[in-house]
């Protein structure tokens, strides 16, 4: 059975720095997009970056410039650098893949989130 744990979450003030990491376990033939969302309690999950199997990246506008995502395919793992932190980056952060299982098929796991506070 294929899992994801989200850790390095935490509390900081305004303009510090986070990184959070996604350690995907089970076996999977083949991991696509590895991606990162997040969402405050009455809203919608939101989109916050995402990297594919070629390292090509993207970015929520709204953190464009500050946060980085990598990933370490040896270790199954995907990695969000978050620098500049501000309040309302506030939220539970959320990992999900996509990936190709022992039976070739398409499947997408989420992870069960770590929470991120940004105090002014």
């Known amino acids: 059975q294929v899992q994801l744990v989200e850790s390095g979450g935490g509390s900081v003030q305004t303009g510090g720095s986070l990184r959070l990491s996604c350690a995907v376990s089970?076996?999977?033939?083949?991991?696509?997009?590895m991606s990162w969302y997040r969402q405050v309690p009455g809203k919608e999950r939101e989109f916050v970056s995402a990297?594919?199997?070629?390292?090509?990246?993207s970015y929520a506008d709204s953190v464009k410039g500050r946060f980085t995502i990598s990933r370490d395919n040896a270790k199954n793992t995907v990695y969000l650098q978050m620098n500049s932190l501000k309040p309302e980056d506030t939220a539970m952060y959320y990992c999900?893949?996509?990936?190709?299982?022992?039976?070739?098929?398409?499947?997408?796991?989420w992870g069960q989130g770590t929470q991120v506070t940004v105090s002014s």
């Open positions: 999900k893949i996509q990936y190709r299982d022992r039976w070739y098929s398409r499947r997408e796991n």
């Open positions: 089970g076996y999977t033939y083949r991991i696509y997009d």
């Open positions: 990297i594919d199997s070629d390292a090509s990246t």
